[in-house]
């Protein structure tokens, strides 16, 4: 298949379009799915879509709205992934507004300083990062199951302060279980191994091989 630039994946390798147009989560992505069957589409090569309004009620909701809405502006195959950091001693939140936590015009330090004023000086700190990473167009491409979804969490904690210069979003609080450090304190590699978009989208990538190969 090609794109509607006319480009043709590399030999072996089924070209999908990463559903964002944040450059540390395709950074982040693009490293994690390096040895996975599928070729990601450099953004620039693709007609410029609209970001679509995140207004599902769950992470799965947003993950396949921002899929289908670049599918259908791309005509490329689309993954998109949604996260959520959810902390027990607030109720689970931000959960899906993790992204818009700290209001309108939220940056990743006013999220992390928010999150950790409401928490104030509580001990129970436990939480957890969800990942859901959902498809778009792999029923027109004719990949058999078509489009579906995978999730990945990892469990930890939420520091007392920001913590490493690494990562991006909640990464300088939030210390994974069986770790003293937090994510942004660990190198790019330490962090993919772990984390829950590692975990996401290495089941992602072996769900889709699977689905290649019955194709």
């Known amino acids: 298949m090609s794109d509607h630039n006319g480009r043709t994946p590399a030999e072996g390798a ?3 379009v990463l559903a964002t147009r944040n ?3 395709i950074r982040e992505i693009t490293a994690i799915l390096r040895d996975a069957r599928v070729e990601v589409a450099d953004p620039a090569d693709l007609p410029r879509w609209d970001e679509p309004l995140e207004d599902g009620e769950t992470l799965e909701d947003n993950a396949y709205i921002k899929a289908k809405a670049v599918y259908d502006a791309t005509g490329v195959p689309s993954v998109a992934d949604d996260t959520g950091l959810e902390v027990d001693a607030i ?10 936590y700290s209001g309108e015009g939220a940056t990743y330090e006013s999220n992390c300083a928010k999150l950790l004023s409401d928490l104030g000086e509580t001990s129970a700190r436990s939480a957890r990062f969800r990942t ?3 498809t778009a167009g792999l029923d027109d491409a004719g990949i058999a199951g078509g489009d579906f979804d995978v999730d990945g969490v990892l469990e930890g904690e939420i520091s007392s302060e920001r913590r490493g210069s690494g990562g991006f979003g909640y990464d300088p609080v ?4 069986g770790s003293d450090r937090t994510l942004a304190e660990m190198t790019s590699d330490e962090k993919n191994a772990i984390s829950h978009r590692g975990r996401a989208f290495r089941k ?6 699977r689905r290649l190969d019955a194709s």
């Open 174 to 177: 939030f210390v994974p279980n």
């Open 14 to 16: 089924f070209l999908v």
């Open 204 to 209: 992602f990538a072996a769900e889709f091989s």
């Open 91 to 100: 109720g689970g939140a931000p959960g899906v507004r993790s992204s818009r």
């Open 23 to 25: 450059p540390d989560k």
């Open 132 to 134: 859901v990473v959902a």
